[in-house]
Every structure is written in structure tokens, then in C-alpha cells.
């Protein structure tokens, strides 16, 4: 019975290669010049830190733009608030995430029970679906129309057995 895996995962050393080169351009951009920017790349997120919102905006901007660069989906940015720090300075964490959460994985479920093609099943197993049907082309429609539809969350297909 052929199957295949809905995974959503986070190739982090793409994130490293990404936040590095951000962290090269805030260096050597003038419009950033003593303006106290900076970029950290911690556990699970991405700290950022300027002196103004507008920096601090420009600063997410530069971000996003290497990581589409680096193919890395914004869909797995979760954007923490702007907080206030000291002498007037504001920082931000962007969270990252990987795994498919059971709200994504219920709302995947739905959607496959919905559309997919009678005899197509598919059940989560920790944080990926598995999904199998009797026949492969019925598997490759699910794929099409999953990539077609916006879950929030970035989805890559693996694992695809006969």
C-alpha cells in the first residue's frame, strides 16, 4: 500500500547561513551605523535588537530577505511583540518553528478526509501525518492539493513508498 509523510521541518543550518549574512549586511550598511542592531540566532528563535521600531523593522526586513533567499519558508516565523528596552531601545523575538502541531495536524486531517479521493487515509504519528492510499496516483493528487492549500505552517512530502 503505497504512503508517504506530511512533515514540516526547518533545515537550521540554512536559518545559521541566513541570520550570518543578515548579521554581515547590518555591519556594513549605513543606515545602520550606531544604531546598537544586532541579530542572535538562540534556541528555537532569533533575537533582534535596535535602537527605533524603524530599524528594528528594517532589521526583520533584512532577515526575511536572506532567508527567502536561503529557500527557508516565512511561513515558519512566528513574530514575538515589540518590547521596549532600556534608553529608549527595542527589541523583538522571532520564533522558529518545526513540527506539525495537532491543531495543523487536525486541520490537515480535515482537509484530506474533505478532498482527497475515496480510499485515501491519513494519520498522525508524533509530529507528521502519514498518508496512504491504494493507489499512487490518488497519492500524488493529495500531494498537489495540499501544496495548493495555505495550512500557515510550510510542508514538505517524504518518505513517498510503493
Do not use: C
Request: no cysteine; charged share 30%.
Amino acid at each position: 500500500m503505497p504512503t508517504f509523510d506530511v512533515v514540516s521541518k526547518l533545515d537550521m543550518q540554512e536559518v545559521r547561513n541566513a541570520v550570518d549574512q543578515a548579521q554581515r549586511e547590518v555591519a556594513t550598511r549605513f543606515d545602520f551605523k550606531d544604531t546598537g542592531s544586532s541579530l542572535e540566532l538562540g534556541d528555537g528563535e532569533v533575537r533582534l535588537q535596535s535602537s527605533t521600531e524603524d530599524r528594528l523593522r528594517a532589521l526583520v526586513q533584512v532577515l526575511e530577505e536572506k532567508l527567502v533567499k536561503r529557500q527557508v519558508s516565512l511561513k515558519a516565523l512566528d513574530y514575538g511583540k515589540v518590547e521596549e528596552g532600556s534608553r529608549g531601545a527595542v527589541r523583538q523575538s522571532v520564533g522558529l518553528h518545526s513540527g506539525i502541531d495537532t491543531e495543523h495536524a487536525k486541520a490537515v486531517n480535515r482537509w484530506v478526509k474533505d478532498h482527497a479521493p475515496k480510499g485515501v487515509s491519513s494519520q498522525t504519528q508524533g509530529d507528521q501525518l502519514r498518508v496512504s492510499a491504494k493507489k499512487r496516483d490518488d497519492l500524488q493528487a493529495v500531494i498537489a492539493g495540499l501544496r495548493a492549500e495555505d495550512f500557515g505552517i510550510p510542508l514538505q512530502f517524504e518518505n513517498f513508498r510503493d
